[in-house]
């Protein structure tokens, strides 16, 4: 009989504490930090940005909102420059986007890899799983265009049809059936993006170890998916329970620890750019465009330390919550259970001595 949500997990924590403790070894964790960042299987979500200080300003100038940034020494761009830059501004993270998702897609694989083989081996895996994290890239791009094509037209159905009736030249006039319509649209839009969360959590858990093992594409995946979720509804309904719930404990667990590693990180990196800002101002700098591009930068650069820290510490839950996952299926999916458990060698067979002839007859 297929194991429960609640048997499962035992299992994964055992998994869990035999893969990164048994023994331990710092470049596994390291590589799997690696992984969990790319795959967006942080567990620790409670890094949270430090406030930004307020900039003093003269008394003379508190009319003036831009007053703090007039004695910025920024080269003046006429509205054509601007509107380039806006431009490949969106077009790079257009790329960057299609490059996370991209990364994402196939690190998911190397992470299933390396729960299965209880080693991280990421250069191995990626070569290995290329072509099915294209399949998974491809699937996950379109997903998301229809994501947003539906909200948009969640959205637009009933904007279009407060334009035509003319709510939005007199709002004052037409509070109710705007209060009504907003509702609906939120209503909707939150339905759809839940139902869209479970898509994309029962992709990446059980339809990602179909396309590794199997070498097929994501929906023939949801196509031998389904009828394993009828026949079983409710295992699937408390398998999605149980993991909101262990979700909801890793976030409150690894971004206590998360908050602590970032607090230890932001003293030393607080006071080397104290040092840095002193020393830029002993030696005359200023804000200019090119002092603000490598502040920019500098931030970027810790901004993905410290995500790296989060992935680092948040380690134990990349793990658990994939093998989570992988004991739960396996109970019901025959290729993935020959893989989890592996069937143990045929014992040697026994040595007989050799044949020995009758003895003669005396006599």
């Avoid at 003379?60 to 007039?70: K, R, T």
Wanted: positive net charge; proline residues 8%; glycine residues 10%.
């Amino acid at each position: 009989m297929p194991i429960s949500a609640v048997d499962a997990i035992g299992p994964a924590f055992e998994h869990t504490r035999q893969q990164l403790l048994k023994p331990f070894r710092l470049n596994q964790w390291g590589k799997l930090a690696l992984v969990g960042f790319l795959t967006g299987e942080l567990s620790g979500g409670g890094c949270s940005m430090p406030s930004i200080p307020r900039i003093p300003y003269n008394r003379d100038h508190s009319q003036n909102l831009f007053a703090p940034f007039e004695e910025l020494n920024l080269p003046h761009l006429d509205p054509k420059t601007m509107v380039l830059a806006v431009a490949l501004s969106l077009v790079g993270i257009l790329v960057l986007g299609l490059l996370f998702v991209y990364l994402n897609s196939v690190m998911r694989f190397v992470l299933f890899d390396s729960v299965i083989e209880k080693q991280c081996e990421i250069g191995r895996s990626w070569r290995r799983r290329h072509d099915a994290g294209m399949r998974f890239f491809f699937w996950q791009i379109s997903l998301a265009l229809i994501t947003w094509g539906i909200i948009l037209v969640l959205i637009g159905i009933p904007a279009f049809i407060g334009l035509g009736l003319g709510w939005f030249s007199h709002p004052g006039d037409h509070l109710l059936p705007l209060i009504f319509g907003g509702i609906f649209a939120f209503v909707f839009c939150s339905l759809f993006m839940v139902v869209t969360l479970v898509v994309t959590v029962l992709t990446k858990d059980f339809v990602v170890p179909q396309m590794a093992l199997e070498n097929i594409g994501a929906m023939e995946g949801w196509r031998r998916l389904l009828p394993m979720m009828k026949a079983e509804r409710g295992g699937y309904a408390g398998y999605i329970g149980m993991k909101i719930v262990l979700a909801l404990g890793a976030v409150i667990l690894f971004g206590i620890v998360s908050a602590i590693a970032i607090l230890f990180m932001l003293i030393p990196a607080a006071a080397m750019g104290g040092v840095v800002l002193l020393t830029g101002k002993a030696a005359g700098m200023t804000w200019t465009l090119y002092t603000i591009t490598a502040a920019v930068v500098a931030g970027s650069i810790a901004i993905l330390v410290m995500l790296y820290v989060v992935s680092f510490v948040s380690v134990p839950g990349i793990v658990f919550f994939p093998a989570y996952s992988l004991y739960f299926f396996a109970a019901r999916y025959p290729a993935l259970s020959a893989v989890l458990y592996p069937a143990l060698p045929a014992p040697p067979a026994p040595v007989l001595p050799p044949f020995l002839p009758p003895p003669e007859p005396i006599g």
